[in-house]
């Protein structure tokens, strides 16, 4: 019974063993990787990837970490309007941050706010990297009148900023839709317009990368076998291209953040029920020289935080993805 045993016994182990080493082989290429010496060379990336890392928490836990829902009007008391942060002589607990008008509590609010500011950002670099890698394959490989129209469009499109593009369409959405815009709707309307204002940098860089590879041997040898140009464009041409879409679409982030709080800031962003970090500094604006600082000074820095940890993380992923600086 003893040796009919054994070799069963044995089969996890060898199973672990033989998963075991292709794991650690994983992380042992990952380990020496140049972009990961890079990094662990850095403290300043690894300080700015550690609070980036720590808002995309925040976000993701806010009903977690919140005293109360921002959003939810139930929960909020006017008598609460104004009170001073904790550490103050004025501060009440559990406002750790103090309140604003509606007696919501500004770190709660912040929470909220940052999971709406990182979602539109994120949602908007989707669409903008989506809709500019597949006109930039399509432009790079195709060529001809094709790639001559997209690119028209693409240095039509850069002779204005992005932000006035955005202003546009969230004007068009609003004036089309009225009443009917609602704070979900505000916000697709914010992803929608924010994707078509930075789709162009991943247009160009694609472009410029297919038609670098598309007279290669190995295109050829693709098209010989008879493989379709999508299949050609997705899973050979488009990996060659992976690194500058991948500093663009960080770099992008951030500014997609920016152009998102630019827009609640100036009133034609999230709403004052469902506020983003943009639309809390407009909102406590309204109250700085009233004394009431902490409103707008908390999203301010949480703002500035977070925009300045992506950058930072955009220009070390530049220079470890660029060959010439290794």
Do not use: C
């Not at 009917?180 to 317009?193: C, E, G, I, K, P």
């Amino acid at each position: 019974m003893t040796e009919a045993l054994l070799p069963h016994s044995a089969e996890p182990d060898a199973v672990s063993a033989h998963a075991g080493p292709g794991k650690a082989h994983l992380f042992g290429r990952i380990a020496a990787s140049d972009i990961f010496y890079s990094f662990r060379r850095s403290k300043l990336t690894m300080v700015a990837a550690a609070i980036t890392l720590l808002f995309f928490l925040l976000a993701i836990f806010a009903s977690v970490l919140a005293v109360q829902n921002p959003f939810d009007p139930a929960q909020l008391q006017l008598m609460n309007s104004r009170i001073a942060p904790l550490w103050t002589a004025d501060g009440q607990s559990p406002f750790l941050l103090g309140t604003d008008e509606q007696g919501r509590d500004v770190f709660s609010a912040i929470l909220y706010g940052l999971r709406i500011s990182l979602a539109v950002g994120v949602l908007g670099v989707v669409l903008a990297g989506t809709l500019g890698i597949m006109l930039g394959l399509i432009a790079g490989y195709v060529g001809g009148a094709v790639d001559g129209l997209i690119m028209r469009i693409a240095d039509v499109q850069l002779t204005f900023p992005a932000i006035l593009i955005a202003l546009l369409i969230n004007g068009v959405a609003k004036s089309v839709m009225g009443n009917r815009l609602d704070a979900m709707s505000t916000l697709a309307v914010l992803v929608f317009a924010i994707g078509l204002s930075f789709w162009v940098q991943y247009a160009r860089t694609v472009r410029g990368s297919v038609m670098v590879e598309k007279s290669k041997d190995y295109v050829a040898a693709a098209q010989l076998i008879g493989l379709p140009a999508p299949v050609i464009m997705l899973r050979h041409v488009l990996p060659n291209a992976m690194g500058p879409i991948l500093v663009i679409a960080t770099i992008n982030l951030a500014l997609a953040i920016i152009t998102e709080a630019t827009l609640s800031f100036l009133g034609s962003g999230m709403p004052d029920t469902m506020p983003s970090l943009g639309t809390l500094i407009r909102i406590g604006n309204n109250y700085l020289f009233a004394g009431e600082w902490w409103i707008v000074a908390f999203p301010g820095v949480a703002l500035a935080g977070l925009i300045l940890s992506i950058n930072l993380l955009g220009d070390w992923l530049r220079d470890a993805l660029n060959p010439k600086l290794r």
